[in-house]
């Protein structure tokens, strides 16, 4: 078996590896490999049969191959050295043709697997370009024996030279028609995977990207419109010096907020599309969530409604500061879309042991039960608020996929009328 695999390992290294030869350089590279081995082969073949005159070409002919193997093999000069041994190796062919019994011997055979090495390595657009000078050189040669036979050397001393010398070369035929077939079909086949693969790929690149886009719109949204009515205000009121001096302040606040927000989201996107692994790391709850907390705020203050936040400062957790940020300000936000005015949102947090449970309630509208088993599914249309705001329809599902990847659970209870909770829960800050 070791010998086994350290033969496959020497045949890799000789073709040369996907990542640094296209298909056509390798299977010209074991071509040239397998040629190299019949020349080989045919050079004391030849002697045995007493005929110095094929043995000659087949000595100079090796160190010609073996130049034109580490040309293109370790020179990557690949066009160079598959026309000089085209061009050779129909020369070679052709020289044997009359030396070796002509259209009686075994050339034909050769010139079959000749052409076919050739056609399985040049591209596509060739192919009637190489077909046709194969099918004018072999019909060229058989006409020119039918005119002058007395050009052909009947060298054959018997029926038993003639078997060896017609059954090896059907032979290697063989096994070298196999070879670069079952060459072609496994590279065919991993080319394929390898397309199936990026397919995917592109197919889930593809889908992050509708969901960041629908992300950023969401989360974006609330600080804009906050932005906006702080204008409206600035410009359609009459404000003495103090009054508008507070909502320069707040607007200054906000501007600054919303910039940082952009900024996380942008940084999280190149994230995720660059399919950058989850990093894991010690996070302060209330150190993630202030500035999130302060957009939300005027966002609630909007439709008269309160948020009641109770977690301590010294709540830690195990998780990615940007994914927890995003789960938790869609649920606010969620709780602020279907909440009536005067509403309450209560957010706090349970010691469990190793974990922290985090709770975000609030008295809205509630989710109908016909909702509530499919409300984290994939394309679940999105709801109207109580002001008729329309959400992107995907934020809850966002929020388990994100939940899921820093090892936490995400859950809800919920009655009509009467209110939803939203759980989630997080493993603590591990002890030191």
Not at 211 to 238: A, C, G, M, V, W
Request: proline residues 2%; hydrophobic residues 45%; aromatic residues 12%.
């Amino acid at each position: 078996m070791f010998f086994f695999k350290r033969i496959l390992s020497w045949w890799e290294f000789l073709k040369g590896s996907p990542e640094d030869f296209s298909l056509q350089s390798r299977i010209y590279n074991s071509v040239c490999i397998v040629t190299i081995l019949v020349i080989a082969y045919n050079v004391p073949f030849a002697l045995v049969l007493g005929s110095w005159e094929e043995a000659l070409p087949f000595i100079i002919l090796l160190p010609v191959q073996l130049f034109l193997y580490y040309l293109s093999r370790f020179k990557h000069r690949l066009v160079l050295s598959f026309v000089i041994y085209s061009i050779l190796i129909n020369i070679f062919f052709s020289y044997n043709y009359f030396i070796n019994g002509g259209i009686q011997g075994s050339t034909l055979l050769s010139f079959c697997i000749t052409y076919f090495l050739i056609i399985a390595i040049v591209p596509r657009w060739q192919y009637g370009i190489w077909t046709f000078g194969h099918l004018v050189l072999v019909m060229g040669l058989l006409y020119y024996e039918h005119k002058h036979p007395e050009s052909i050397m009947k060298k054959y001393t018997g029926s038993d030279a003639v078997f060896i010398d017609s059954a090896s070369t059907y032979i290697i035929n063989t096994i070298l028609i196999l070879a670069c077939l079952s060459y072609i079909r496994n590279n065919y086949a991993i080319e394929k995977s390898n397309a199936e693969e990026r397919a995917l790929k592109m197919k889930s690149l593809n889908q992050k990207k509708d969901k960041l886009i629908s992300i950023i719109s969401h989360d974006f949204s609330s600080p804009l419109t906050n932005i906006r009515t702080y204008l409206n205000i600035l410009q359609k009121k009459e404000l003495n010096q103090e009054e508008r001096g507070i909502l320069e302040g707040n607007l200054h606040q906000m501007t600054m907020d919303a910039q940082e927000l952009l900024n996380n989201l942008l940084m999280w996107t190149k994230n995720q599309l660059e399919f950058t692994e989850t990093v894991i790391d010690t996070i302060n709850v209330n150190q993630v969530l202030q500035n999130t907390l302060r957009l939300l705020a005027h966002l609630a203050d909007e439709k008269g409604i309160s948020i009641d936040y109770r977690i301590d400062d010294s709540v830690e957790i195990e998780g990615n500061a940007s994914m927890f940020d995003l789960v938790i300000r869609n649920l606010i936000n969620n709780a602020i879309k279907f909440s009536n005015f005067d509403g309450v949102i209560v957010i706090r947090s349970v010691k469990e042991d190793t974990h922290f449970k985090f709770l975000i309630e609030d008295n809205g509208i509630g989710i109908s039960e016909e909702l509530q088993h499919r409300i984290f599914s994939k394309g679940v249309e999105s709801s109207f608020g109580t002001r008729n705001e329309k959400g992107a329809g995907i934020g809850l599902q966002i929020c388990k996929e994100f939940t899921k990847a820093q090892n936490g659970d995400i859950w809800f209870s919920s009655k009509e009328g009467v209110g939803t909770t939203f759980y989630l829960r997080f493993p603590a800050k591990a002890s030191s």
